[in-house]
């Protein structure tokens, strides 16, 4: 494939995962696609096949962008993986914003790819979780399936709200003070909880 053929292909995956976040999968054609891309119907043919084809490319890249987040998280371990993800989020978020944002719809369409999305972020986070317990630092009471999925939840569910927060809270989910707080927040909850026990 030639540079230029290469650049088109990136165009087009990036133009399909943003029109696809905005608006779901079916709401979008694929002259639409390239146009947003500037390029021409010819070429989606040529790279993807279908709209299905450029949509599984898509499903292909999200997957690996979640890998590649959370591959130098993975490790490290305790509170400072915590910190380390944080950064990196803070970084990839604003980056690759569209990629969360198609992942939101994937899941929340239930998309033919979304299964194996979910799969990946919930195969992630237990790697995560075995990690801290192998090295001792997971409390020894701690349900480590669940503590898995909760970090899938506080990964994806800013996204899932993210359409109120301005109303409801003022500002997106993704502003960097909200980030800040959330993840002090998830620091918090995951080290010490937030509830008093009664007596």
Not at 18 to 33: D, P, S
Request: net charge negative.
């Amino acid at each position: 494939m030639s540079q230029v053929e290469a650049q088109g292909r990136r165009q087009l995956l990036k133009a399909g995962m943003k029109l696809f976040a905005e608006r779901g999968f079916a709401a979008v054609g694929l002259r639409e696609i390239g146009a947003e891309a500037g390029v021409s119907l010819g070429l989606v043919r040529t790279h993807f096949g279908s709209k299905d084809g450029l949509r599984e490319a898509i499903d292909a890249h999200v997957r690996e962008e979640i890998r590649a987040l959370y591959a130098q998280v993975l490790e490290h371990s305790s509170v400072e993986a915590l910190e380390k993800a944080i950064e990196d989020a803070l970084d990839w978020i604003p980056r690759d914003h569209d990629a969360l944002m198609y992942a939101r719809m994937s899941l929340m369409e239930r998309t033919p790819g979304s299964q194996a999305l979910f799969d990946e972020m919930l195969a992630v986070m237990r790697q995560f979780i075995d990690n801290n317990a192998r090295l001792g630092f997971l409390q020894p009471d701690v349900d480590r399936e669940w503590a898995a999925i909760y970090m899938v939840f506080d990964f994806i569910g800013p996204a899932v709200i993210e359409p109120f927060a301005e109303h409801a809270l003022g500002q997106s989910m993704y502003a960097k003070p909200m980030i800040a707080r959330r993840n002090a927040f998830m620091i918090r909850l995951f080290t010490r909880g937030f509830l008093k026990r009664e007596g």
